[in-house]
């Protein structure tokens, strides 16, 4: 499986005009001296890609940044991403599930946005926030006549509701159907909120916000070992990159088909593998898999 890499350092996270320059110059100088180069986006941050990680530039840009960030303080966020192909999922023992989204159609999806959801909210630990880490404060109410509406690039029949569907900050939406897939095949350690159709008073009987019981913020190897410290364990966000995969310990999952890498339990939802064959073979319109876990072998 190969795994590729995009290194973005903002201008806002710096906390001084100072380490911007600093931020600058290094790129200037890594952008002279190396083949895969910095790009400027907007003014506002700049970009690296690596498509593949074994590339021997990857490490070296990753221990140099890391470094910058022990001695200066310069913050830089690293995201690996997976090409993951059937046979990964296949063998996977977590998988990630996302939906297709309704938003930016005509009309709004999510009817009460503004007040569901408090502002963002930075974690107290690290101070890394986005928008998953808007505070729910009360149910969402959605636009139900939505549910059928077709998408490009997504096929399903006329007039049957979307199974899968992704909202604000991150929560995730599902139909009966998928409902009754759960409980006729015993999945647990998943919760379901009512959300209320349009008048606002009436619980629709279409779709449920779905949540977790466990989350997991931190991998085995930092279980193992605290001091590696390169996801925050208050609210699972990356702080340093890493070799390590990340895995878990089996036994943080017992008992439960699902689990999630945030703290509001309902955001970054994975499975089982037990529970995405099944709903991977009943054709659930809108069911996408995503991101790939491994339990470890101590």
Not at 107 to 115: Q, S
Not at 212 to 223: A, G, N, R, T
Request: with cysteine; aromatic share 10%; proline share 4%.
């Amino acid at each position: 499986m190969k795994k590729n890499c995009h290194i973005v350092i903002a201008r806002h996270e710096q906390d001084s005009v100072h380490k911007w320059e600093l931020v600058n110059s290094i790129v200037l100088e890594w952008n002279n001296n190396n083949t895969n180069k910095f790009f400027n986006v907007g003014n506002v941050l700049w970009k690296i890609i690596y498509p593949d990680i074994e590339n021997p530039e990857y490490n070296i840009l990753n221990q140099k940044l890391n470094n910058l960030k022990e001695e200066w303080g310069i913050i830089h966020h690293i995201s690996i991403n997976k090409e993951i192909g059937k046979s990964d999922y296949n063998a996977a023992d977590y998988i990630q599930i996302l939906g297709i989204t309704l938003d930016g159609l005509a009309e709004p999806f999510v009817l009460n946005e503004k007040k569901a959801f408090s502002p963002e909210t930075a974690c107290p630990k690290c101070g890394y926030s986005d928008t998953f880490s808007k505070v729910q404060v009360k149910p969402l109410m959605v636009n139900e006549k939505l549910l059928t509406h077709s998408l490009e690039g997504f096929t399903k029949p006329e007039n049957v509701d979307w199974d899968v569907i992704n909202v604000s900050g991150g929560r995730m939406l599902v139909s009966k159907r998928f409902v009754n897939t759960l409980k006729e095949n015993k999945a647990g350690g998943y919760v379901l909120r009512k959300v209320f159709q349009p008048d606002g008073v009436h619980y629709s009987e279409r779709v449920f916000q779905i949540e977790v019981e466990k989350m997991i913020l931190i991998p085995y190897f930092q279980e193992l070992n605290p001091m590696i410290n390169a996801f925050c364990d208050e609210c699972g966000a990356s702080i340093k990159a890493v070799d390590e995969e990340f895995k878990v310990d089996e036994n943080w999952t017992e008992g439960v088909d699902f689990f999630s890498r945030h703290p509001n339990k309902s955001t970054m939802i994975y499975v089982t593998n037990r529970i995405f064959t099944i709903l991977d073979k009943s054709d659930l319109f809108g069911f996408i898999p995503n991101d790939i876990i491994s339990n470890a072998i101590p």
